[in-house]
């Protein structure tokens, strides 16, 4: 069966919208109405008037949809695609963690589960943490959390040094290797180090450019460069090489190369079969509590406030 035909069919009956986050496989991303970073995907998610929005994500993304629309059918092709880093943070951690810490500000992540973003104050994605941080006040007390590496990023940039840092990680970006990107910039001299903020600080000390996928994808498009190595998950590099053909995108190799790292398993859980039995059958479906969506809501609709 060609699934991508019958999937476009589909989504016309059924007045669907289809999200695709850049590290989906390229056949996902192809069939997509829009492709998108974490911030980019919830913004489209809030404006939507589709009776149904299939995420192409991981959980904690379709979740975000379904939190910002909770009147709209959402479904998820792959349950079981999770976020390492979603995960390195648990309620009921969290809940003990934030005791110690009871006049503080919580600023989250977007990979987060909807209920930690209940116990979140501001919610962020990798596209306006900096901004979001930058415009607290300064006496402001802050935790930040799950992502060390982006927390300690937005701490070298905006020098609040006070800043408690949740100790999360992804598994994907922790791995880039060092030694690995240094060999790969002496083959390529030419080349520009793009790297998202989820990646360890000696990785970034290589970067020329720091940003979310959407930032890296623009950067990629814009800069005079030819040639790049992407220290982020391998997805990105179909758009970049969509927008940008003449150009050569190099993806920075893991520590561990037989790991496949670079890849997010859960987001490669997603395909065009699972993609096409979601929508033909209007399941797995997103359903969270609607007085959990109600929390949970206040953080992200805080960061569009803060950002608008
Ligand atoms: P973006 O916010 O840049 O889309 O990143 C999401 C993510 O999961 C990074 O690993
Ligand atoms: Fe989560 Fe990392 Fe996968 Fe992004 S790349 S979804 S942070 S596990």
């Not at 809940?95 to 116990?119: Q, R």
């Not at 060999?183 to 989820?198: D, G, I, Q, R």
Request: a negative charge.
């Amino acid at each position: 069966m060609d699934f991508s035909k019958e999937i476009l069919k589909m989504k016309k009956e059924k007045n669907c919208v289809i999200l695709s986050h850049f590290y989906q496989i390229a056949d996902i991303q192809n069939i997509a109405d829009f492709i998108g970073d974490s911030l980019q995907l919830s913004q489209i998610a809030a404006e939507t008037t589709a009776d149904i929005i299939l995420f192409c994500g991981v959980n904690f993304m379709a979740e975000t949809a379904k939190i910002l629309s909770p009147d709209r059918k959402v479904l998820l092709p792959e349950p079981e695609a999770g976020c390492s880093l979603a995960d390195s943070c648990n309620v009921n951690d969290l809940k003990a963690f934030l005791k110690n810490y009871p006049d503080h500000t919580v600023v989250s992540y977007v990979n987060t589960s909807v209920g930690v973003k209940a116990l979140t104050d501001i919610c962020c994605t990798s596209s306006n943490a900096i901004k979001i941080i930058e415009n607290l006040p300064e006496n402001e007390k802050i935790v930040f959390l799950p992502d060390r590496n982006l927390g300690s990023y937005i701490k070298s940039i905006t020098k609040r040094d006070d800043m408690v840092v949740w100790n999360g990680a992804c598994h994907v970006h922790e791995e880039f290797s060092v030694e690995k990107i240094i060999e790969l910039k002496k083959e390529y001299p030419e080349a520009k180090v793009l790297a998202h903020p989820e990646c360890k600080k000696t990785v970034l000390i290589l970067a020329d450019k720091i940003g979310s996928t959407a930032a890296l994808l623009e950067f990629s498009k814009n800069d005079g460069c030819k040639q790049f190595i992407v220290a982020t998950e391998s997805g990105i590099l179909h758009q970049m090489q969509i927008s940008s053909p003449q150009k050569t995108f190099i993806p920075a190799p893991p520590v561990d190369s037989t790991c496949g790292c670079n890849d997010c398993k859960y987001m490669k859980m997603v395909t065009l079969e699972k993609v096409y039995n979601t929508l033909k059958n209007e399941s797995p479906e997103v359903l969270i509590d609607i007085e959990l969506i109600e929390k949970a809501k206040k953080s992200i609709l805080r960061m569009f406030e803060m950002t608008k």
